[in-house]
């Protein structure tokens, strides 16, 4: 797992380390890894041209001692200061070493710079960045040259990754210690480039992480061993489609089929059942009348260990009835697109003691919650913990970056996925395949982030099937094609 703490966290473990290190100690160690990431990026650091855009805070400090480090080994450092205050020891530091710092307009040096360090700000930082800070955050992104966030792109709120105005969009962000939320959720996360961490020593400080992001390792779905059958393997009931829309039905079963699940079975009203019998012969299928039905109605369907609600299902009389009697039991239930509808008016159905996973994108969970769906997306972070501890169950929030939230647990986040799965019916094939995750015994926290994992990586796959392959677009079938290479690639 890559781990992400908050600042609040992150300066009390300073605070703890520095008390038994020499004066300087952190503040040198950050900037010797900043410099090797630097020295490593530069094709040649003898005579690069390096600028150096430094606030009034620790970072612009390390900065200037990481670029005193450069000029030592013949790079031409120039640092433009932002305000009235800068780290008088960082700046002798540089300028012992040859470095300068710049009068005049720092536009014509910015934009010929080999690389730009951003030390503007440092992860105590919120709110929208004011001048100068914003048109040195602004000249550095539209910059040539490679830019270098310190410890987190300047205009990033680094405990969400909210952006407020202006922010540096960097080529690499150096972060100290530990990651830190924002560099993992967007907006944040898409200004960062890639995340270098350099150990600096806080590890013994700091308490259980904030946000957690998965690697391959950690991924690991139920495993057959030798004595399973389907029903030891776990069977997973999907309540999907109707009439009008039979590809619901189709797409959330394949995921189901695809993701590990013994047996699936279906139930629906007959035009879908027959669509599903077709495609996947494989699916035990179960025709339901029209509804509204009777809480009995599933008995029909036969014993399963969990149940998949909502994609396609519609959201009148007869799908709140289904949901309501699905909601019933004291099974593992994922609720997902119109499912998640009916629950924005009926959220007393989810007052029960088994687990309850809810797959919502930003719209979906602004109506659960009644926020507008732009406070959702502005901030994910917050709403996906909200959503969690006000609605008592696992939720999943769809979007650029994946959260997965559960009540006093780490926020999971998922690094796989692309912007090509913004395309209908992809959420219907993660539903299904979350689903027979949960029907194999996995959590509702591990099922969600398991499924959130594999779903990404299959659709990578799909749209570029080669490490030299450039993606192409892909549909949801592509999806549930791919995802036995993504199970065997982790």
């Not at 090797?36 to 650091?45: E, F, K």
């Not at 470095?99 to 536009?107: A, F």
């Not at 089929?257 to 669509?275: D, Q, T």
Request: proline residues 7%; hydrophobic residues 45%.
């Amino acid at each position: 797992m890559r781990y992400a703490h908050e600042v609040g966290k992150v300066r009390a473990a300073e605070r703890a380390l520095m008390a038994r290190v020499p004066d300087g100690a952190l503040m040198q160690r950050a900037a010797a890894g900043l410099a090797s990431v630097c020295a490593r990026v530069l094709p040649a650091v003898y005579g690069s041209r390096v600028v150096l855009l430094i606030g009034g805070g620790d970072n612009g400090g390390d900065a200037l001692y990481a670029g005193a480090r450069l000029a030592r080994r013949g790079a031409r450092v120039h640092a433009v200061q932002a305000g009235s205050k800068i780290h008088d020891a960082g700046l002798a530091a540089l300028r012992a070493a040859g470095g300068r710092l710049l009068d005049g307009d720092p536009e014509p040096a910015i934009a010929g710079a080999d690389l730009i360090v951003d030390g503007l700000t440092g992860i105590g930082g919120t709110g929208a960045l004011r001048d100068p800070h914003a048109r040195l955050a602004a000249l550095a992104s539209a910059a040539p040259g490679l830019v270098v966030a310190c410890d987190v792109p300047s205009g990033v709120d680094a405990g969400t990754g909210c952006v407020e105005g202006e922010a540096v969009h960097a080529d690499i962000t150096v972060t100290f210690g530990t990651h830190k939320p924002g560099l993992l959720i967007d907006p944040g996360a898409a200004h960062c480039g890639v995340v270098e961490l350099v150990d600096i020593g806080l590890g013994d400080d700091l308490p259980d992480p904030d946000v957690v992001a998965a690697r391959p390792a950690d991924v690991r779905p139920p495993e057959p061993g030798p004595e399973s059958d389907k029903y030891r393997r776990g069977v997973v009931g999907i309540l999907a489609g109707g009439d009008e829309y039979t590809g619901a039905a189709v797409l959330s079963t394949g995921g189901a089929v695809h993701g590990g699940a013994g047996m699936v079975r279906f139930a629906s009203v007959a035009h879908p059942v027959e669509l599903v019998r077709q495609r996947w012969p494989e699916v035990v299928t179960t025709v339901i009348e029209p509804g509204p039905h009777e809480p009995k109605v599933l008995e029909r369907v036969g014993r399963v260990q969990a149940w998949v609600a909502g994609p396609g299902l519609g959201t009148g009389d007869a799908a709140e009835s289904l949901l309501a009697a699905v909601l019933a039991t004291e099974l593992p239930v994922l609720v997902d697109a119109d499912g998640l509808t009916v629950l924005a008016r009926r959220r007393d159905l989810l007052l029960r003691p088994a687990p309850t996973v809810l797959t919502p994108h930003a719209g979906e969970l602004s109506r659960l919650l009644g926020v507008p769906r732009e406070d959702v997306e502005a901030r994910r972070l917050e709403h996906a913990r909200r959503a969690a501890a006000e609605l008592s169950a696992t939720v999943l929030l769809k979007g650029s970056t994946t959260l997965v939230a559960e009540q006093d647990r780490p926020v999971r986040v998922n690094p796989t996925g692309t912007p090509r799965l913004a395309t209908a019916g992809t959420g219907d094939v993660l539903s299904g395949l979350i689903g027979a995750l949960l029907a194999g015994g996995m959590s509702a926290l591990d099922a969600a982030a398991s499924g959130a994992y594999l779903h990404g990586l299959a659709a990578r796959l799909a749209s570029a099937p080669h490490p030299s392959a450039a993606e192409a677009p892909i549909s949801a079938y592509d999806v549930i094609t791919a995802l036995p290479d993504a199970f065997r690639s982790i």
